[in-house]
Structure formats: C-alpha cells, structure tokens
C-alpha cells in the first residue's frame, strides 16, 4: 500500500491559469477539487504542494481512491473498439459516408471526434466557471487569517439574483 511520500513523488499534472484579479488559480489535473491561488505562479506551485498534500492525505484517511497521474495510466488503447448500433442508424450513417464519399469507419471518427471536442470544449468551461464561482465564494466569506465574516447586504441581493438564471423568460411569475 502506497503512503502520501510516494503518491507526492508522482508526476501529477498541474494546471495554472492566470486570472482577471492578477492571481494564479492552480489545480492537480487527476484530483477532482484539489486546488489553490497564490498572488504569484511561483506561490500559487508552492501552495499546491500543501494541497496536494491534504487531498491526498484526507482520502488515504478516509479509504478513497486516489487516482494515477495521466502519464502512468497503465491502459493501452488499440484505437479500435466494436459499437453495436441499430440498423437504421448504420443505414443513415453508411448512407452519409457514400455521399460524402469516404468510408463508414472514417464518417463515424469524424462524427465522435467533433462531438469529443465540444463535450471537453464545454466540460472545461463548466469547470472554470466552477471554480471562479468557489474562489469568489470563498474570497467574500474569509478574510486573510481565515477567519469567516459577515456578508453585506449587497452581497445577499446579488446572491438571490443569481437564483433566478435558470427561468425562463416566457414563463409567467405567480
């Protein structure tokens, strides 16, 4: 069983991004919600060690599964899968191939690669705004020390303004 030295010893992949404010927002790729800011990118490296740290140190506590870095994922992927399919859909897609005049294989790559890249285009803008929601949460919550503070009033008005967004203009208020 592996212990916290030899899972900081890996080559996980960091991900640092400079934000609007000036700070750096940093988090481990492989480890859902491990992240950090820093005022600089050499302290926003620094401080994601200590993340790194507790995030691996809190699910080794708890039994967790703490994931492999990209690099030493142990798969292999051969490129070739089977996917079974309804015939019509294979007459709509074989039909499609012909007249684009390439094959079956080539259309249906084409397709899935199109629909990959707009499934990570979303999931990474999802993420982001994630992330940029929690450290704006968590900047109006604590001060410097960490200490928890009070919110304005303003701050409570803007908070229930934004429970409104998934209406629907159309739909008539009761």
Same mark, same amino acid.
């Given at each position: 069983?592996?212990?916290i030295?030899?899972?900081?010893?890996?080559?996980?992949?960091?991900?640092? $991004?400079?934000?609007?404010?000036?700070?750096?927002?940093i988090?481990?790729?492989?480890l859902?919600?491990?992240?950090?800011v820093?005022? $600089?990118?050499?302290? %926003?490296?620094?401080?994601?060690e200590? %993340?790194?740290?507790t995030?691996?140190s809190?699910?080794?506590?708890?039994?967790?599964?703490?994931?492999?870095?990209?690099? #030493?994922?142990?798969?292999?992927?051969? /490129?070739r899968?089977?996917?079974?399919? $309804?015939?019509?859909l294979?007459? #709509?897609l074989?039909?499609q %191939?012909?007249?684009?005049?390439v094959?079956?294989?080539?259309?249906?790559?084409?397709?899935l690669? /199109?629909k990959?890249?707009?499934?990570? $285009?979303?999931n990474?803008i999802? /993420?982001?705004f %994630?992330?940029?929601r929690?450290?704006?949460?968590?900047?109006?919550l604590?001060? /410097?020390?960490?200490?928890?503070?009070?919110?304005?009033?303003?701050?409570?008005?803007a908070?229930?303004?934004?429970?409104?967004? #998934?209406?629907?203009?159309?739909?008539?208020?009761?």
């Amino acid at each position: 069983m592996k212990k916290i030295e030899d899972y900081l010893k890996l080559p996980y992949t960091l991900e640092l $991004t400079k934000e609007e404010d000036g700070s750096y927002f940093i988090s481990v790729k492989e480890l859902d919600g491990c992240f950090s800011v820093g005022d $600089t990118a050499v302290e %926003a490296l620094e401080m994601i060690e200590d %993340a790194k740290k507790t995030w691996i140190s809190f699910s080794l506590e708890k039994g967790l599964p703490i994931p492999e870095p990209e690099s #030493m994922d142990s798969k292999s992927y051969s /490129g070739r899968f089977v996917v079974r399919v $309804t015939p019509s859909l294979h007459r #709509m897609l074989s039909l499609q %191939a012909k007249s684009n005049g390439v094959s079956l294989n080539h259309h249906v790559t084409e397709i899935l690669s /199109g629909k990959c890249s707009i499934i990570e $285009t979303l999931n990474k803008i999802i /993420g982001s705004f %994630a992330a940029s929601r929690e450290r704006q949460f968590t900047k109006s919550l604590t001060s /410097g020390a960490g200490r928890l503070e009070h919110q304005n009033e303003s701050q409570k008005v803007a908070w229930k303004s934004q429970a409104n967004v #998934m209406d629907f203009p159309n739909r008539k208020r009761m």
